[in-house]
């Protein structure tokens, strides 16, 4: 199987692990310190500044939050994710913390997508698992950009 048929059955196959899991209330319920109460980081990409929180060690894991929300959406799972996994969750373009730019026209799929990939590559993300709240159309153009990109072997 190819490398890229690969990547999009894995970014599938976590995404809807990931709805599962939020979607439970015991696992929705995990106690901690909240990501609003942690030191953000910034990132530069695409022109703007994107916020981001990092908490734990292995295996990076990015969380990308739905369009009303921002990078505070997986605290529930925070936690428990952490135990194992180097958790990184930002907050999209137009999106709390994020200053909106001026000329805040372009909300389409494709800039959040571009957004997304310039995000794992400024963070040096050369393996990564992504959890994505249900956004079927951003998942599809993402994957587009990654795969237009070289494969490491």
Do not use: C
């Amino acid at each position: 199987m190819q490398p890229r048929t690969l990547l999009l059955k894995h970014i599938v196959l976590v995404s809807v692990a990931a709805m599962f899991f939020v979607a439970s209330p015991s696992f929705a319920q995990q106690k901690g310190t909240p990501s609003s109460e942690m030191k953000t980081k910034e990132a530069r990409v695409n022109g703007l500044t994107l916020h981001y929180i990092e908490l734990g060690q292995g295996t990076p894991v990015v969380l990308v939050h739905g369009t009303l929300e921002d990078y505070r959406t997986w605290d529930g799972q925070l936690e428990a994710f952490s135990k194992g996994y180097r958790l990184i969750s930002y907050s999209r373009r137009y999106h709390y913390p994020n200053e909106s730019p001026k000329d805040a026209t372009d909300f389409s799929v494709t800039i959040h997508a571009r957004d997304l990939a310039a995000f794992i590559k400024a963070l040096n993300l050369p393996r990564f698992i992504s959890l994505v709240i249900p956004m079927e159309r951003l998942l599809r153009s993402w994957s587009h950009e990654i795969t237009r990109r070289p494969f490491a072997a």
